[in-house]
């Protein structure tokens, strides 16, 4: 794992009363989250008792290859012993070859004991419950019992324990399952795990449950070559039947090849630990494609991207790509944006001029030279990653749900080679402490993500965030993303590109710390922050942007830092109630500092990564007040405060709001945007220099040519 380097940095924001947390009358509510449990756990009497009469239990003792049972109900052979009516059965010593079968007619409970047991079977399961109202396997205290399985049974079943009704594990002891064919444990109705340590190898699933799962206060270790752990069953037309996972307090470890957890329902814990990794790790995650709807680059993975005029590839996904070629670096060196992709081959010669474009298209001399059949692999690529993205056995996340994922005092650590944690639904953290390290996004909820609280640190994703609506009430997230950090979007939406979709982004409270390599904030829709503070290490690529919006970004209250590229850099909106300042950046090595007219430092910053524009939003600029902002012992420049929006070393209009439209446009200041919504592309773009002040913005010196149109 690379250790980030770059974060080394200095962040300091001095309110005028001192260093308090302001507070405004919008952001004056108050976030409760309940105490109580969260789960909706419910278990019998008998499945937490693991106590038993021993006078009236049966006992079955397993002697190498034979097996002897002292009560009826129990029908001995040479390989198997078959339970036929409910009661208590105490099952001790090793059969180096046999099965217990559990097939009760009667409504009465079959009471499971293992007793220091340890079995063998390569005739499928070496615990099968071929009927029964319901069991109960007790793992005695103080005991080691070992399953180890191969082959499948005359029902064609395969696994370490497999159960067709209802299953139920309790009990303090050991119990080590090793299936070499079929899941760890299947039960085909509903699993229940009480206070027990189990620990599972399977080449299939860990465990498999058709109708549910709940983990109380257990200590599992599965080790999967498929997921870790599954619930959920199709019907006979193919369609996922809902089946919820809940967990309680305990310890569960998960090492799988596919999914570490993944339900077609809901998913609710509390009070544990949970540590997975899924499909090797997010070092094994798969070449992402450029997700640009209906971009020019769309369809290629990084590696198969047409190169640019500058020699390298267009910056999306990739993690340091361009750093040497940013601000200062002269044109030809630097990415450019807009600039026609180099093509292996010569254009076409045509017949004449260019005819009007109120007329047919002109034919050609000849066909459209191929690209090394990028366009052409890239589509076909494309198109059939859909059905790897929809074929579960295919992802490799560390938790997934088709429904809703609720988290509360969690302590979780993921590395997965797709998303750490994705849902279909909504995910809600109220609280607990998350690690993550993720090949695809660190949390996805295609609805609301809602984060009350606690502590998130993503050390590698592709996108952090990713949901319809996202909401951040308190807590501390820390992003390392090599695209977007936090990322709104509708999935269904038809907006189109540059259009607002909808979605929404609101931080009403906590600290969020963005590194990114694409765009550090990326609304598809709108944002608002209520309170809180962030700070996002921007991409040094022309192509991306620390702040990126369709809609709007208001900030009510809170503080708001945004260091990136110039290119397409783009303040919060003017309708926002906390004064803003954007400043050019020329040089973007040393200490930057704005200070009020007595010369007190109100705001400080610091990066080791390049950048060429510097947002900051905070309630310690007030309207009236003259800052400077200097650099070491340079001056940058001056500003007075009279609108919301302030600029230093660059003017309205030098970056590219809302993505990749011209200009910085601001609620309503769009007017060089034409009719049907389209860039004026006769338009130049600003220079980005202050009226006679001969300086010269770096807005404009990364993204575009000063003597070239867009």
């Known amino acids: 794992m690379k250790t980030r380097n770059y974060l080394a940095v200095v962040l300091t924001v001095f309110l005028a009363a001192g260093c308090t947390q302001a507070s405004a009358a919008v952001n004056e509510k108050t976030i409760t989250v309940s105490a109580e449990s969260v789960v909706n756990m419910k278990f019998t009497e008998d499945e937490l008792n693991e106590t038993y009469d021993d006078a009236t239990a049966v006992h079955i003792r397993l002697n190498g290859s034979d097996v002897t049972a002292d009560g009826d109900g129990a029908v001995c ?318 992802t490799s996340s560390g938790i997934k749900a088709d429904g809703s ?65 996202l909401t951040i009430d308190d807590g501390t997230i820390v992003i390392n993303a090599s695209d977007d950090g936090i990322n709104t979007r509708d999935g269904d939406s038809n907006a189109g590109e540059f259009h607002d979709d909808g979605s929404m982004l609101t931080i009403n409270g906590g600290s969020v710390t963005v590194t990114a390599d694409g765009d550090g904030i990326d609304c598809n829709g709108s944002g608002v922050m209520n309170g809180g503070s962030m700070i996002v290490y921007g991409p040094v690529s022309g192509a991306n942007s620390a702040l990126d919006y369709n809609g709007t970004f208001v900030i009510n209250s809170g503080t708001l830092i945004a260091a990136g590229s110039s290119g397409m850099a783009t303040a919060p909106s003017a309708s926002s109630k906390v004064n803003i300042i954007e400043i050019g950046i020329t040089n973007s090595s040393g200490k930057i500092e704005v200070k009020d007219n007595s010369g007190k430092t109100v705001a400080e910053f610091e990066s080791d990564r390049a950048f060429g524009d510097l947002v900051i939003a905070t309630e310690a600029f007030k309207t009236g007040s003259i800052y400077t902002v200097t650099q070491g012992s340079e001056t940058i420049g001056e500003v007075t405060i009279s609108d919301t929006v302030s600029y230093v070393n660059r003017t309205a209009g030098s970056g590219m709001s809302g993505g990749q439209r011209p200009g910085g446009f601001q609620d309503g200041n769009r007017e060089q945007w034409n009719g049907n919504n389209k860039p004026d592309m006769q338009q130049k773009p600003d220079s980005g220099s202050d009226a006679g002040d001969g300086s010269e913005d770096s807005g404009t010196s990364e993204g575009f040519s000063e003597t070239k149109p867009l």
């Not at 279909?424 to 949390?443: K, R």
Request: hydrophobic share 30%.
């Open 405 to 469: 994922i609720l988290l509360s005092g969690t302590t979780i650590s993921i590395n997965s080679a797709d998303d750490a944690i994705n849902t279909n639904g909504d995910l809600t953290i109220n609280s607990g402490t998350y690690t993550i390290l993720a090949g695809d996004d660190g949390m996805h909820a295609d609805e609301q993500m809602t984060i009350h609280s606690g502590e998130i640190t993503m050390d590698s994703c592709y996108e952090g965030l990713e949901a319809k609506n």
């Open 77 to 394: 052979e040479d390989t198997s012993i078959t339970i036929t009516k409910g009661g208590t059965y105490v099952v001790s010593g090793s059969w180096e070859e046999g099965q217990i079968i559990v097939d009760s007619e009667d409504d009465t409970i079959v009471h499971l004991v293992l007793n220091n047991v340890s079995i063998e079977s390569t005739g499928g399961p070496a615990v099968y419950v071929k009927n029964a109202e319901e069991t109960v396997l007790t793992v005695l205290t103080g005991t080691t019992n070992t399953i180890s399985t191969s082959g499948e049974n005359a029902d064609e079943k395969k696994g370490g324990i497999y159960a067709k009704d209802d299953l139920a594990v309790n009990g303090g002891g050991n119990l080590d399952i090793n299936a070499k064919d079929g899941d760890g444990i299947h039960a085909g109705d509903e699993l229940k795990l009480i206070n027990t340590i189990v620990t599972i190898q399977a080449d299939s699933d860990g465990m498999d449950v058709n109708d549910g799962l709940a983990v109380k206060d257990c200590i599992l270790t599965v080790k999967a070559g498929k997921d870790g752990i599954k619930a959920g069953d199709t019907d006979d037309n193919g369609t996922d039947i809902p089946a919820d996972i809940e967990i309680s307090g305990g310890v569960i470890k998960i090492t799988a090849e596919d999914d570490g957890i993944q339900t077609t329902g809901n998913l609710t814990a509390e009070n544990c630990e949970l540590n997975t990794e899924a499909g090797g790790g997010y070092e094994n995650a798969q070449a992402h494609k450029n997700e640009m709807p209906n971009g020019m680059f769309s369809g290629f993975d990084n590696e198969n991207r047409p190169e640019s005029n500058f020699g390298s590839s267009f910056p999306q996904g990739r993690p340091g790509e361009w750093q040497e070629g940013s601000e200062g670096e002269s044109e030809k060196e630097r990415p450019g944006f807009g600039m026609m992709p180099e093509m292996n081959g010569d254009w076409p010669e045509m017949d004449g001029e260019m005819p009007s474009m109120n007329g047919e298209r002109p034919e050609m001399n000849g066909e459209m030279p191929e690209m090394n059949g990028m366009f052409q692999e890239g589509q076909e690529e494309n198109n059939a990653s859909s059905d790897t993205d929809t074929d579960e056995s295919e």
